[in-house]
C-alpha cells in the first residue's frame, strides 16, 4: 500500500553510486556491468535503496524495447528482495537503472516505480533533466553500453568474435554514429584486413564531423593505413581529421599523440616536437611518446637534448633495455663514446645474450675506426 503511493527516492546527482558508477566507466573506458538499483520497503520500516550489479542478458541491448521489457520483468508486480535490515523478503517498490552514456556525458537513468517507466538524464553535477520517454534516447544509451561491452570483451582473451558481434550490433542500432564503425575499422585493422577497414572507416568519414573523439579516432586509424602504404593522399585525410579533433578539443594529449606519431613516422620531426611535448603531459601516453620525442631531437642534430630525453625515461624504467640503449646510444652521439661503451657493457655483462645491445656496443666500436 505504502509502497504504491510512494516513488522513488528523488534522483541525487552527489548520489556516490552514480558518481562511482561515471568514474568508473570513465575509468575503464568500458563497461559490461550496469548497475541497477531496487528501492524496496519493509515492514520493519526499513525503506530505501538496495543497491546490486545487474548484468544485462543478451537481448535487454536488443533495442530499447528489450531494455523496457527486462527491466519491468526485474520489478514484476509480486517482486521481492531481502531487506538488509531484518533479512525478511521485502517487496520492491521500484527499479533504477544507470546507464552511462558516452555520446551524452552523463548517466542516463531508466527509472520504474509503480508500474510506470521514465527515463531521466544526468549530465556531469547538473540537475537530473527529465528527457522525454523517446526511443532515440534509449537508442543512444544502448549503442554506448554496446560499445563499451565491446571494448570490455576485446580486451579478454578468446572474446574478440563477441566482441564484433557487439559492434556489429551497435552499427546497427545507430548507423548514423561514427563510433562502432570506427570500432570494426579498428578490429580489422588489427586482424590485418585493410580492405574491410578502410570501407568501416569510410563509414565512419561519413558522419565523424563535429565530434572530435571519432575525428581523433578516425585520424590516426587513417595515419596508420597511410604510413603502412606510403600513402600521401590518405595521409593528408588523416590529417585534416585530427586538426578537426584540435579545434574541437585544443591540447587533447591523445590528438597530440597521433599528430606526433605520424610526423616522427614520416621523418618530419620538427613537427612531431610540440605536439609530443603535448602529448607527454598525459601518463597513459609519457612514456611512449618522450620515446618518439627523444628520437625526433636525435634526428634533427640535438643529441644533448635527446640524451637528456632518454636519461629520463631509463631513470623513470631502470629494467627498460630499450630506454637503456637509446641512453647509451645518445649518450655516445653527445659525444661520450667510451661512457656510452661502459654503459653498453654493464647491461651486457648482466644479460650476456641480448643481442640488441651487443649490435649497439658493435655498431659503437665500428664507429671508433
Ligand atoms: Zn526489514
Redesign the pocket.
Known amino acids: 500500500m505504502i509502497g504504491a503511493l510512494m516513488p522513488l527516492a528523488i534522483l541525487d546527482s552527489t548520489n556516490t553510486l552514480l558518481r562511482e558508477r561515471r568514474e568508473r566507466a570513465r575509468a575503464l573506458g568500458n563497461d559490461l556491468v550496469s548497475q541497477g538499483v531496487f528501492s524496496l520497503h519493509?515492514?520493519?520500516g526499513?525503506c530505501g535503496e538496495d543497491p546490486l550489479t545487474a548484468a544485462f542478458p543478451d537481448l535487454a541491448t536488443q533495442d530499447a524495447a528489450a531494455l523496457v521489457a527486462f527491466a519491468t520483468a526485474q520489478c514484476a508486480s509480486d517482486a521481492r528482495r531481502r531487506?538488509q535490515?531484518?533479512g525478511?523478503a521485502?517487496p520492491l517498490d521500484g527499479l533504477r537503472l544507470h546507464l552511462w552514456s558516452q555520446q551524452r556525458n552523463g548517466d542516463g537513468v531508466f527509472e520504474l516505480a509503480n508500474g510506470i517507466s521514465r527515463w531521466l538524464f544526468c549530465a556531469d553535477a547538473a540537475a537530473p533533466q527529465v528527457l522525454a520517454a523517446g526511443d532515440a534516447l534509449i537508442t543512444t544509451v544502448l549503442c554506448d553500453q554496446l560499445l563499451r561491452a565491446g571494448s570490455f570483451l576485446n580486451g579478454l582473451e578468446g572474446r574478440e568474435e563477441d566482441a564484433l558481434a557487439l559492434w556489429r550490433r551497435a552499427a546497427a542500432l545507430m548507423p548514423q554514429a561514427p563510433m562502432p564503425s570506427i570500432a570494426l575499422g579498428r578490429a580489422a585493422l588489427l586482424a590485418g584486413d585493410e580492405a574491410a577497414a578502410l570501407e568501416h572507416l569510410r563509414n565512419a568519414a561519413a558522419c565523424s564531423d563535429g565530434h572530435a573523439p571519432a575525428c581523433r579516432q578516425l585520424g590516426a586509424l587513417l595515419g596508420e593505413l597511410a604510413l603502412r602504404h606510403r600513402d600521401g593522399e590518405l595521409l593528408n585525410r588523416a590529417l585534416d581529421w585530427l586538426d578537426q579533433a584540435l579545434d574541437l578539443e585544443p591540447g587533447h594529449p591523445a590528438t597530440s599523440f597521433a599528430l606526433g606519431r605520424i610526423f616522427v613516422s614520416s621523418g618530419n620531426m620538427q613537427d612531431a616536437l610540440d605536439h609530443l611535448a603535448v602529448a607527454a603531459t598525459h601518463a597513459p601516453l609519457a612514456d611512449e611518446a618522450e620515446h618518439m620525442r627523444g628520437v625526433a631531437l636525435l634526428q634533427l642534430g640535438r643529441a644533448d637534448e635527446a640524451h637528456q630525453v632518454f636519461e629520463r625515461l631509463a631513470l623513470r624504467h631502470p629494467q627498460d633495455a630499450d630506454a637503456l640503449r637509446m641512453r647509451a646510444w645518445t649518450r655516445a652521439k653527445s659525444g661520450d663514446k667510451a661512457g656510452a661503451v661502459q654503459e653498453l657493457d654493464a647491461m651486457l655483462a648482466t644479460n650476456p645474450e641480448d643481442e640488441e645491445t651487443r649490435n649497439f656496443r658493435d655498431l659503437l666500436s665500428d664507429d671508433e675506426g
Request: hydrophobic residues 20%.
Open positions: 519493509c515492514s520493519c526499513n531487506c535490515a531484518c525478511k521485502a
